[in-house]
């Protein structure tokens, strides 16, 4: 879709505006920025939930490896001797069974982390929230690492959102 000559000039003027309006206000507005990355892996829900998720796994690794051992016997068995058509639809079976567990596993370790990290995202939005706010800041940004090259000095808020929404999740 093209443009027309007037909309073009009104694009133009309203982003000049818009820079205009930024840069005669920035002198009276707090900004504050922080790295998104690390404020999520340091943020001790991260921690704890990530931890909680690595427990299931391991429970569900177990099972797996229960089943997996059965299915080995079975196979062994059917290497020594010479193969029952019963034996062949248990070992069909179980073989079966583990395929249908495995993939369930992993369907439910990968939901399981999407929870967490909406229940992660969700607390955190609040947490930065109560920082703006507790702290008089007009715009905190996230950011994820390397997206901002330099600042002047004090506008990287990350240790002290950091120490903030830590204090908070712990209900200091």
């Known amino acids: 879709m093209k443009l027309s000559g007037i909309n073009t000039v009104l694009i133009i003027a309203c982003i000049a505006f818009g820079i205009y309006f930024i840069s005669t206000q920035k002198d009276e507005m707090k900004i504050?920025?922080?790295d998104g990355n690390s404020v999520f892996e340091d943020f001790e829900m991260t921690k704890d939930l990530g931890e909680s998720a690595e427990a299931?796994?391991?429970a569900r690794i177990k099972i797996l490896d229960s089943l997996r051992f059965d299915l080995e016997v079975l196979q062994r068995q059917l290497q020594t001797q010479e193969p029952q058509?019963?034996?062949l639809r248990k070992f069909d079976a179980k073989r079966q069974e583990y395929m249908m567990k495995e993939d369930h596993f992993k369907s439910e370790n990968m939901t399981q982390m999407s929870q967490y990290n909406d229940q992660i995202f969700k607390q955190l939005?609040?947490?930065v929230d109560d920082f703006q706010s507790e702290n008089n800041y007009d715009m905190v940004i996230g950011l994820g690492s390397g997206g901002i090259v330099s600042t002047a000095?004090?506008?990287?808020v990350s240790e002290s959102l950091q120490?903030?929404?830590n204090d908070k999740y712990k209900g200091s």
Do not use: L, S
Request: net charge negative.
């Open 163 to 165: 120490e903030f929404i």
């Open 85 to 87: 058509e019963a034996d």
């Open 32 to 34: 504050g920025y922080f």
């Open 56 to 58: 299931t796994a391991a």
């Open 153 to 156: 000095e004090g506008i990287d």
């Open 125 to 127: 939005r609040q947490y």
